[in-house]
């Protein structure tokens, strides 16, 4: 189960670095990208498919997604798992990110697919978060906001889980 509404927005405040935007301080990538590796083979298995995997992301604030084909779900649409750079932080949705809202999704997403993936993602040391509270204006202590025009601020989703 993703973290409540309130923990979420306090642990994105708590990882959000005036001064690191892409990742952390000390930030490991060849670890970040073991890890990454066993969690799609995990999500391979647990789902008996082979997942498509991005793992050629620059100049971003995530690591990489991975898509359960809907071939291999119990629903009706692939899945997208995106894992942030930041604290662990990973999201699951129905489709891709942005594609249903919270009650689309909480109607369409299968129950079994939802505790596959999140049940992997644990395995992993991963946190799930809820992807609604992201598409929320970005109101950080980052200077990201100055990156982008006042007509199209950016959200938490980017801060944490996009291009940069």
Request: aromatic fraction near 10%.
């Amino acid at each position: 189960m993703p973290l409540d509404d309130e923990a979420t927005r306090a642990l994105l405040r708590d990882l959000d670095d005036p001064e690191y935007l892409e990742h952390p301080r000390g930030y490991d990538h060849p670890a970040a990208r073991a890890r990454f590796d066993r969690l799609a083979a995990g999500l391979d298995e647990r789902f008996r498919c082979s997942c498509a995997v991005d793992r050629n992301v620059q100049d971003a604030s995530h690591h990489g997604t991975i898509v359960v084909p809907a071939t291999a779900t119990a629903g009706a649409d692939h899945l997208t798992v995106t894992v942030s750079n930041f604290g662990d932080l990973a999201v699951v949705t129905l489709g891709n990110p942005g594609s249903h809202d919270e009650e689309e999704e909480q109607v369409l997403f299968h129950p079994d697919d939802r505790r596959q993936v999140e049940d992997e993602l644990r395995a992993h040391g991963y946190v799930a978060l809820s992807e609604h509270l992201l598409w929320n204006r970005y109101d950080g202590v980052s200077a990201l906001a100055s990156r982008y025009s006042p007509r199209y601020p950016p959200t938490w989703w980017i801060r944490f889980f996009d291009y940069l």
